[in-house]
C-alpha cells in the first residue's frame, strides 16, 4: 500500500508543529482532521433509502441457495468411491458455509436497522437468521452497536481490542514467548479463525477487560454481564430464548439422524461460518497501518477511519454482501444498506483521500500477514501496531522484557 498521510485540526498550531506517528512499517501517520458531517454530506441520499421488499429479496436468495445445496448433498450417500464423496463433503461443507455466512450478513444488517425502516421486522428476520447460527441476536446487536460508537477506542471498543506494549510484555506467557515462530502463528490462526467467535460470545474474549468480572460472567448469554444495561434485561433473555430453541432442534435432528449427519449438513458449514466472520473482521480492524486511539486523541470520525476496505472477489461481493469491500462507509453510517455500500463508498472517498484504507491483497495471505505484524499496540495518544517479529520498525521500549 502506499505511504498514507494524514492531517490534524489543532486550533492555532501550525501544520509543522503536529505530531507524526509511525505505522509498523515506519511509514508517517497523522489523525485525520475531516469531520462526521463532511462524510454524511458527501453520501448521496438515497444511499440511506431502505426497502424491506428489496433485503427480502436477499434473504429469500440465500435460503435458495442453502436449500440447493443441502438437497445435493443428499445424493453425495449414492456416490460410490470413498474419495469423491469425502470431496464433495468438503466441497459441500465449503459452499453451504459461505452461504451461512450471507445470511449471518443480512441479520447484521437487522441489528444496524439497514435491513428495513421496520424495526419489529429487523427485529424478527434477524433473530430467526441468527439463531438459526447459533447466535444471539440481541446480545450481539448491543455489544456491535457499542463497537461502532467507539471503533478504534482503547477504552471503549468492544472487540478486537489490541494489547498495549505494557500488557504484552507483563503476560509474558508460553504464547507470547514463541510468537516469533510462524508454526505458533499458524497454531493461533487455526484456534482463532475455529473459536474464535464463540469464545467472543461465550467469554467476551477479544473485548473489553472489566476489573473483578471474569470468565462466563461476562457471557453475551448472560442479562447481568458488564457490557449491557438493565433496560437490556429482555433482549438478552429473548436471545437465548432463540439458542435453547435452535439447540433444542439441533438435539432432536442428531436424535433423528445421528451424529454424523448433523456434522456434516450443519456443523461444518457452521464451523465455516465462524471462520468467516472472524476473519471479516480480524482483518476489517487489525492491520499495520492503523491506529487505535486513547481518550485525548479520540472521535467518531477518527475511530470510523481506523478501518479498511480489502476485497474476496465474487464471493465477497455476491455471497457476503459486500461486508469486507465497503466496511469503512458502514462504519461512517451503519444504517446504509448493502446494496447502496459501494456508492456511498465511492462518495466518502473523495472527502477521504489518502486517509481512505484499501488492501486488495488475497485475503488468506492478508490474514497471516496480519497475525505475523499487529501482535500490540504502542505510543501515546495515537498507537499503532508493532510485533515481536523484527518486522518492520522494532517496539521503543524493545522487543521483550528481560
Known amino acids: 500500500m502506499s505511504t498514507i498521510t494524514y492531517t490534524q485540526r489543532r486550533p492555532s498550531v501550525s501544520l509543522t508543529s503536529k505530531p507524526v506517528y509511525k505505522d509498523a512499517f515506519g511509514r508517517d501517520f497523522v489523525p485525520p482532521e475531516f469531520t462526521i458531517k463532511d462524510i454524511l454530506d458527501a453520501i448521496p441520499k438515497h444511499c440511506f433509502d431502505r426497502s424491506l421488499t428489496h433485503s427480502l429479496a436477499y434473504v429469500a436468495r440465500d435460503i435458495f441457495y442453502a436449500s440447493c445445496l443441502f438437497g445435493l448433498a443428499t445424493q453425495i450417500h449414492f456416490i460410490p468411491y470413498l474419495p469423491a464423496r469425502v470431496v464433495a463433503w468438503v466441497l459441500y461443507g465449503f ?84 510468537e ?18 464463540p469464545a467472543y460470545l461465550a467469554y467476551n474474549v ?73 476473519c471479516i473482521t480480524y482483518l476489517q480492524h487489525t492491520d499495520p497501518t492503523l491506529p487505535h486511539y486513547d481518550a485525548s486523541e479520540w472521535n467518531f470520525a477518527r475511530g470510523a477511519a481506523a478501518t479498511i476496505d480489502r476485497d474476496f472477489g465474487f464471493i465477497g461481493r455476491h455471497f457476503f454482501h459486500e461486508i469486507i469491500e465497503t466496511h469503512v462507509a458502514h462504519h461512517y453510517s451503519s444504517r446504509i444498506p448493502f446494496y447502496h455500500a459501494e456508492e456511498a463508498t465511492q462518495a466518502i472517498r473523495k472527502v477521504m483521500g489518502k486517509h481512505y484504507r484499501q488492501d486488495k491483497t488475497n485475503l488468506i495471505l492478508a490474514l497471516w500477514k496480519t497475525a505475523r505484524t499487529c501482535h500490540f499496540v504502542e505510543g501515546e495518544g495515537v498507537k499503532m501496531y508493532r510485533n515481536a517479529n523484527g518486522i518492520g520498525i522494532p517496539p521503543k521500549e524493545g522487543r521483550r522484557a528481560q
Open 95 to 178: 459452499c453451504q458455509g459461505v452461504v451461512g455466512t450471507g445470511l449471518w450478513v443480512l441479520a447484521h444488517e437487522c441489528g444496524h436497522g439497514a435491513f428495513s425502516p421496520f424495526k419489529l421486522a429487523n427485529d424478527v428476520v434477524g433473530w430467526l437468521l441468527h439463531s438459526a447460527l447459533l447466535v444471539p441476536y440481541h446480545s450481539w446487536r448491543i455489544t456491535h452497536s457499542k463497537h461502532h460508537k467507539a471503533t478504534g477506542h482503547l477504552t471503549r471498543d468492544m472487540v478486537f481490542v489490541p494489547r498495549d506494549v505494557t500488557r504484552y510484555k507483563l503476560s509474558r506467557n508460553l504464547a507470547e514467548l514463541t
Open 180 to 197: 516469533e515462530a510462524p508454526l505458533v502463528t499458524l497454531y493461533f490462526l487455526f484456534i482463532q479463525q475455529l473459536f474464535g467467535f
Open 206 to 278: 477479544t473485548g473489553q477487560k472489566y476489573a473483578g468480572v471474569s470468565g462466563f460472567r461476562r457471557s453475551h448469554f448472560v442479562p447481568s454481564a458488564p457490557m449491557f444495561d438493565a433496560k437490556d434485561f429482555w433482549d438478552i433473555i429473548i436471545s437465548d430464548v432463540g439458542i435453547i430453541v435452535a439447540g433444542t432442534l439441533a438435539y432432536l435432528g442428531i436424535q433423528q439422524w445421528g451424529w454424523a449427519n448433523f456434522a456434516l449438513y450443519y456443523f461444518i458449514p457452521y464451523l465455516w461460518v465462524n471462520h468467516w466472520l472472524v
